[in-house]
């Protein structure tokens, strides 16, 4: 079984900081891609920001030069850190990650964390 949790959420006012941190824990071969999607109240989950295994990155338009998505594969850790906030991105932030479990199966999986909290004031 593989857990994702995220922590380092909270209330911030408007131009603050916040960094966020996912662990996965569990029956992990490897990790591919790890990213963090975020859903504000009535609207669907959205993309925030990826990592692939080697590095590269990918961010939507509406957090670009604002946050910066890494990530520690010997802790199996991603990090969001978030610049700048503006009330906009007050939502849950979820973690993913696409892992393969065995050695002897190439399939991966898509986990989720239960997600966080980030409420920014104006």
């Known amino acids: 079984q593989v857990r994702l949790v995220e922590s380092g959420g909270g209330l911030v006012q408007a131009g603050g900081s916040l960094r966020l941190s996912c662990i996965a824990s569990?029956?992990?071969?490897?990790?591919?891609?790890m990213g963090w999607y975020r859903q504000a109240p009535g609207e669907q989950r959205e993309l925030v920001a990826t990592?692939?295994?080697?590095?590269?990155?990918n961010y939507a338009d509406s957090v670009k030069g604002r946050f910066a998505i890494s990530r520690d594969n010997a802790k199996n850790t991603v990090y969001l850190q978030m610049n700048t906030l503006k009330p906009e991105d007050t939502a849950v932030y979820y973690c993913?990650?696409?892992?393969?479990?065995?050695?002897?199966?190439?399939?991966?999986?898509?986990?989720w964390g239960r997600g966080t909290q980030v409420t920014v004031s104006s």
């Open positions: 993913n990650a696409r892992i393969r479990t065995s050695h002897w199966n190439l399939r991966e999986w898509d986990y």
């Open positions: 569990g029956t992990i071969f490897s990790i591919n891609a």
């Open positions: 990592i692939g295994s080697s590095g590269s990155t």
